[in-house]
């Protein structure tokens, strides 16, 4: 069984900083592409951003150049690392990743949610 473990949310000032981990457990033969996303009180899911296995990212316009995604492929962990935070960045953030079990085809795999708040 695979799970992705995340941490690392909780409240920030407008202007501060704050970094999420996602890590794969379980019995994992590959781990493909890695992500993050968020949902915010009545709104839709909403992609954050990507890093593909060999590292190329990609970013949602909202937060280029204030996010950072990163990972550590040896500990099957994701990271996003956020900057000069921003009340309209509240939300929940999920991981996303897509694992491979032994003996298994890839599969897409979603964490339990973290809560980040944006607030003075």
């Known amino acids: 069984q695979v799970h992705l473990v995340e941490s690392g949310g909780g409240l920030v000032q407008p202007g501060g900083s704050l970094r999420l981990s996602c890590a794969a457990t379980?019995?994992?033969?590959?781990?493909?592409?890695m992500g993050w996303y968020r949902q915010a009180p009545g709104k839709q899911r909403e992609l954050v951003a990507t890093?593909?296995?060999?590292?190329?990212?990609n970013y949602a316009g909202s937060v280029k150049g204030r996010f950072t995604i990163s990972r550590d492929n040896a500990k099957n962990t994701v990271y996003l690392q956020m900057g000069s935070l921003r009340p309209e960045d509240t939300a929940v953030y999920y991981c996303?990743?897509?694992?491979?079990?032994?003996?298994?085809?890839?599969?897409?795999?979603w964490g339990q949610g973290t809560q980040v708040t944006v607030s003075s």
């Open positions: 890093i593909t296995s060999s590292g190329i990212t």
């Open positions: 996303n990743a897509d694992v491979s079990a032994p003996y298994s085809t890839y599969r897409d795999y």
């Open positions: 379980g019995r994992i033969f590959g781990v493909g592409a």
